[in-house]
């Protein structure tokens, strides 16, 4: 017994000196490869933070795992260490990979598919649903989509609470707490230790990420601590069929009662954010994978909490939660029912403090036309960028997205190329009489802008002022964003590709960009016209160039 404490300490020890040597280290290094998150629309933070804080996290981890492995491990031990270490592992360095190469969102998720189900196929898996007052129900052919779906929600539920200083690694932190006091109970010696290191690594890692952060953990820690979350918890009080003690294959149940609805208790913050977020996405008829500023740290930041208080707040109710699944595994039914009204009370005046209850009324679900038809009209006027073949176009379209926008103003600075001493810069504001769109006004004065991270072509614009920011103001800001970040590429090769007097003369002139001249350009380049010999030459239709000054002429 004394043993096993005193490597526990080992372990804690290893983990938090890792993470504490290895930070300074990470935030030079982020500096050096520009992983710097710099404030945006969605931001709280005024200046840019580096990233790589979760890699040294991973650090202090494996610091930990390192000592492990040096005492003496059963296989089926060695083997459980593996299967939530490895995964966790490959979850952190993908998470790394977004951050370095910001990965489009489907080509991610498909990524953490192929890690879970790695995970789940082998054995690790819900196999019973068992719900107070119910009998069990076997899951059998439904164990792994839905063990993969549950491991999933947490690892990008981890991503979605990472919004505010702290607030990731705190209820991350409560978290590790609960499965090492339920690995304790369950003698499941491996999980302990894995928790406490990570407990530790976390807490270590809250001194630099704390109000104000210097050090973000980036994806590469929200999915790593994620997927540490999910293995440790899947894991918890079971072996692999392959590890069994007596060479038997394993009888199908739970390692203890209520697995799923207890563990599901354990990491319910995480987990009711990623539920909110896609009912909430859903009712307003936004992409699941789009980006807004509706989270509940996001709300509560808005209404006039620190971000310090948002993480004291989340650690008192992972607690509360969390502490009903250990007084149920502990028979303590009574205080397990306490501390579960508790909790449930705490989120649902939240919920109302955040206004997050008024979504289900009539007037905010009629809202979803509009969040259509403006990504919608993204949608288009990134077509159309991809078919743009000169600067006055390029202009053409830019002004179009800020009026329909609702921009007020409007700046695009491009770096200079072989041909152009200095950067080009193009400048719009909304004349006066321009006010009517089709798309309905932000009304609120916001200041958002981008930058490519290779040079200095960048552009930033205003919105209109106004008393109260909406969730379909915000929309309009990421979906400029997005549109603009696109636009920047497109900005650079035809700029750089003029002399300065045909830019100087091309900043002035906008070229109409229609639909039917895109028509007309596409059938240009995909079914040239042939020369028949029914027709003489000067009596021949051809396709209106793409060169043509005046292409929409009849």
Not at 341 to 346: D, N
């Amino acid at each position: 017994m004394n043993e096993n404490i005193t490597t526990l300490l080992y372990i804690s020890v290893a983990a938090c000196g890792g993470t504490l040597l290895t930070i300074p280290l990470m935030m030079k290094l982020a500096i050096r490869l520009n992983l710097v998150d710099r404030p945006a629309h969605r931001k709280i933070h005024t200046r840019p933070v580096p990233y790589l804080g979760g890699a040294a996290i991973l650090a202090g981890v494996m610091a930990a795992v390192a000592i492990l492995l040096l005492i003496p491990l059963g296989p089926a031990e060695r083997a459980k260490l593996a299967f939530v270490i490895v995964p966790s592992s490959a979850a952190f360095l993908l998470g790394l990979a977004d951050d370095r190469f910001s990965l489009r969102p489907r080509y991610k998720l498909l990524l953490q598919t192929l890690i879970v189900v790695a995970c789940v196929i082998p054995g690790y898996r819900f196999e019973v649903l068992h719900l107070p007052g119910m009998s069990n129900f076997q899951l059998q052919f439904l164990a792994i989509p839905v063990t993969a779906v549950w491991m999933l929600a947490l690892v990008n539920a981890m991503n979605f609470i990472d919004g505010a200083d702290g607030l990731a690694a705190s209820t991350a932190s409560i978290i590790f707490l609960i499965i090492a006091l339920l690995a304790a109970y369950m003698q499941d010696y491996v999980i302990g230790a894995i928790s406490i290191a990570a407990l530790a690594s976390s807490v270590a890692f809250l001194v630099f990420n704390w109000r104000p952060a210097s050090i973000y953990m980036g994806d590469c820690g929200s999915l790593g601590l994620g997927m540490l979350l999910a293995t440790c918890m899947l894991a918890l009080g079971q072996n692999l069929p392959f590890t069994t003690p007596t060479g038997r294959p394993r009888t199908i149940g739970e390692p203890f009662l209520y697995q799923l609805p207890m563990l599901t208790a354990v990491a319910a913050l995480p987990l009711l954010e990623i539920t909110l977020t896609i009912m909430r996405r859903l009712l307003q008829g936004k992409p699941l994978g789009s980006a807004d500023k509706g989270h509940l740290h996001h709300r509560l930041l808005n209404r006039g909490w620190r971000a310090d208080h948002v993480c004291y707040g989340a650690i008192v109710f992972t607690l509360m939660s969390g502490g009903a699944a250990v007084f149920t595994l502990l028979q303590y039914r009574g205080l397990a029912a306490w501390f579960l009204v508790g909790a449930g009370v705490t989120f649902g005046m939240t919920l109302h403090f955040c206004g997050l209850l008024e979504l289900l009324r009539p007037q905010v679900l009629g809202a979803r036309p509009h969040f259509l038809l403006a990504n919608h009209f993204i949608s288009m006027q990134k077509i159309k960028l991809d078919f743009v073949e000169s600067v006055e176009e390029l202009n053409t379209l830019l002004i179009q997205t800020c009026q329909e926008l609702g921009a007020e103003e409007f700046t695009l600075c491009v770096a200079p190329g072989k041909l152009q001493k200095e950067p080009a810069v193009l400048h719009w504001t909304r004349p006066f009489e321009s006010t009517d769109s089709v798309l309905r006004m932000p009304q609120q004065l916001f200041k958002d802008d981008v930058a490519l991270d290779t040079s200095v072509t960048r552009a930033e614009w205003t919105f209109v002022e106004s008393t109260a920011e909406e969730a379909l103001d915000v929309e309009y800001r990421v979906l400029m964003s997005e549109f603009m970040r696109a636009s920047l590429v497109k900005a650079e090769s035809l700029y750089q590709a003029l002399s300065p007097e045909q830019l100087e003369t091309a900043l002035k002139t906008h070229r109409p960009l229609s639909s039917r001249q895109l028509r007309r350009r596409r059938i240009s380049r995909q079914m040239p016209v042939r020369q028949t010999e029914s027709q003489p030459q000067s009596q021949q239709s051809s396709p209106v160039s793409v060169t043509d000054p005046n292409p929409l002429r009849p």
